[in-house]
């Protein structure tokens, strides 16, 4: 229905000129004046109609946005003020450009008795419509550089290392064991049973924890995300910290936030008992993009170290899958033989 209410718009609107052209060709200046003056009074009620019309979407949407809720990142607090400012001076800027455009097309309508003043060019004008904005996107330039270092740069020493690993369609977690240091990964020991490539050669990689979908991180500490892809460009999309940063294959990138409000405080404050943190996949990976979602649970430092000490090391789950059945007699009383390839043992 839009695209036929604009294909009506342009079709009506291309016979008016074509109407219009040939007026002049006859020399009936009178119409074309007319239309020039009609012309004037619709780009008025455009500009009147266009301000109208983003205030009551503003207003009827921004309740809507995250902005209401807050950041619920430390850090994000600074990307809140800043994305804030950014659009407090382009909004202050769209608005007096957009009515001095529709006011001077109004005001400055054809008339006989006023000659259209020839303005090729200003040297002072150009130069402050050239330096002011220069100026101003400069400045906000600098305090995004200062805050993307700052989030990318080296996490604080207390801060809770998380490897998260996106591969088409589902995000990967592995926590380091009680030696705090994460194993090494190799994508080519790659197998369904070890789907994101730990190297249990590495005597730190058999007491990490491995878990799906699900992230767990105390509030109040800093988290350093070490972030992998297994297959193409993924992108992990933190909105509610503020914070996106890409998974690239091969080439491992790194972010860090300080989670400030647990996810039970966060639905008392939305008065949504199913609100979740999540992390959504910002960067189009394939058919089920849609699809890639992961969950975020922030709780207290106490709940957090109840979580992990219920968690058993990858190492060991992968042992208790892969280790042999007690063989069951058949009806002569004979047991089977049974066979089991066991991952290397714990040194």
């Given at each position: 229905m839009i695209a036929l209410g604009a294909l009506v718009f342009v079709v009506i609107f291309q016979i008016a000129k074509a109407s219009e052209y040939v007026s002049v060709l006859k020399g009936e200046n009178k119409t074309r004046k007319q239309?020039?003056?009609?012309?004037?009074?619709?780009?008025?009620?455009?500009?009147?109609?266009?301000?109208?019309?983003?205030?009551?979407?503003n207003d009827l949407y921004y309740g809507k946005t995250l902005f209401i809720q807050g950041?619920?990142?430390?850090?994000?607090?600074?990307?809140?003020?800043?994305?804030?400012?950014?659009?407090?001076?382009?909004?202050?800027?769209?608005?007096?450009?957009?009515?001095?455009?529709?006011?001077?097309?109004?005001?400055y309508q054809e008339n006989d008795n006023r000659k259209a003043f020839y303005f090729p060019h200003n040297t002072k004008l150009e130069l402050i419509w050239t330096t002011v904005p220069a100026i101003f996107l400069t400045v906000l330039v600098v305090f995004g550089l200062k805050y993307w270092f700052k989030i990318t740069g080296d996490a604080p020493k207390n801060a809770i290392v998380v490897e998260v690993t996106g591969h088409q369609f589902a995000w990967e977690f592995r926590y380091p064991g009680a030696d705090n240091t994460l194993?090494?990964?190799?994508?080519?020991?790659?197998?369904?049973?070890?789907?994101?490539?730990?190297?249990?050669?590495?005597?730190?990689?058999?007491d990490d924890i491995h878990v799906n979908t699900t992230m767990h991180i105390p509030v109040g500490v800093p988290v350093k995300m070490v972030i992998h892809s297994l297959d193409v460009i993924h992108d992990v999309g933190l909105p509610h910290f503020r914070l996106k940063m890409d998974a690239?294959?091969?080439?491992?990138?790194?972010?860090?936030?300080?989670?400030?409000?647990?996810?039970?405080?966060?639905?008392?404050?939305?008065?949504?008992?199913?609100?979740?943190?999540?992390?959504?996949?910002?960067?189009?990976?394939g058919a089920s993009h849609y699809a890639?979602?992961?969950?975020?649970?922030?709780?207290?430092?106490?709940?957090?170290?109840?979580?992990?000490?219920?968690?058993k090391s990858e190492w060991q789950t992968m042992q208790e899958k892969n280790a042999p059945k007690p063989a069951v007699a058949d009806s002569n009383g004979t047991k089977p033989a049974v066979t089991a390839q066991l991952l290397p043992a714990k040194k």
């Open positions: 239309n020039n003056k009609i012309n004037a009074f619709f780009l008025l009620g455009f500009l009147i109609f266009g301000l109208i019309g983003a205030w009551y979407c950041s619920a990142s430390v850090e994000g607090e600074k990307i809140d003020s800043m994305l804030l400012i950014t659009i407090l001076i382009t909004g202050i800027v769209f608005v007096i450009t957009q009515v001095l455009l529709f006011w001077f097309a109004f005001k194993g090494k990964t190799n994508f080519k020991l790659y197998t369904p049973t070890n789907n994101v490539g730990v190297d249990f050669t590495d005597p730190a990689s058999l690239v294959p091969g080439i491992p990138t790194t972010q860090w936030f300080t989670p400030k409000i647990t996810t039970v405080d966060m639905k008392k404050k939305t008065g949504n008992p199913d609100f979740n943190f999540e992390i959504s996949c910002d960067q189009l990976c890639m979602r992961g969950v975020i649970i922030v709780e207290t430092m106490e709940e957090y170290k109840k979580w992990l000490s219920e968690q």
